[in-house]
């Protein structure tokens, strides 16, 4: 009887500490999801908003689980991480050239200002991305997000939502939104791309204050 009660005390343990990271792992194959469907299925808009919708969603649950449970780990950091890049950069790729059709009436100038925009979010997140990843392997800093870095999340994920419904909303009822709503997005874009460029200088300063208590 006692056996029986660790083993499903141990099953239990498994699932609660593994709970936050099967939404960061759906979270990841969602995002995999909407590209290939964009890709494959472009006039399934409606759906690639609806996982865009859950993707954003089992980012805040996964948080609170891991939060709440307190089962917070460098690796659950950075698996989040990834899982947010692997969401917001193809989504931006998908929504600036798949469906780039529904910028055609609007004005040239602002076009190249926007897509100038999302190529300074793109090579930020490339930035992260290859720096995280190193200082993890190299086990020289821990990941963990600081305020910067969750503002330009927060800022990303209606952004990609907000932008992606009013591409259906062109589509399917006519009416011509994105001359009002690329305001909004542009607006969004530049605070993502203000809220990165702190985030960056964050995690300069941390490392180099570790590197010279190293020292010391």
């Keep these: ?46 759906r690639i908003l609806i996982i865009a919708k859950l993707v954003v969603l089992s980012d805040f649950i996964d948080g609170k689980i891991a939060r709440k449970l307190k089962l917070t780990s460098p690796f659950g950091a950075a698996l989040d991480q990834l899982g947010d890049k692997i969401f917001v950069v193809p989504s931006l790729v998908v929504l600036s050239w798949q469906y780039r059709w529904v910028l055609t009436d609007v004005s040239s100038n602002l076009v190249n200002f926007t897509i100038a925009l999302i190529g300074l979010l793109l090579f930020l997140e490339t930035l992260f991305f290859i720096v995280w990843w190193i200082l993890l392997v190299s086990n020289k800093i821990q990941i963990h997000s600081n305020a910067w870095a969750k503002c330009k999340t927060f800022s990303m994920f209606p952004l990609i939502i907000f932008w992606l419904l009013s591409v259906a909303i062109e ?12 305001y909004l997005i542009v607006l969004g874009l530049v605070l993502a791309d203000i809220f990165g460029c702190g985030a960056l200088k964050v995690y300069y300063k941390k490392y180099f204050e570790k590197e010279e208590n190293k020292k010391e």
């Design 1 to 46: 009887m006692g056996n029986k009660n660790d083993i499903n005390r141990q099953i239990k343990n498994l699932f609660f500490e593994n709970l936050a990271n099967f939404f960061t792992f759906f979270r990841l194959f969602g995002s995999i999801w909407i590209l290939v469907i964009a890709i494959r299925n472009p006039e399934q808009l409606w």
């Design 171 to 182: 589509r399917d009822f006519k009416i011509h939104i994105i001359h009002y709503s690329i």
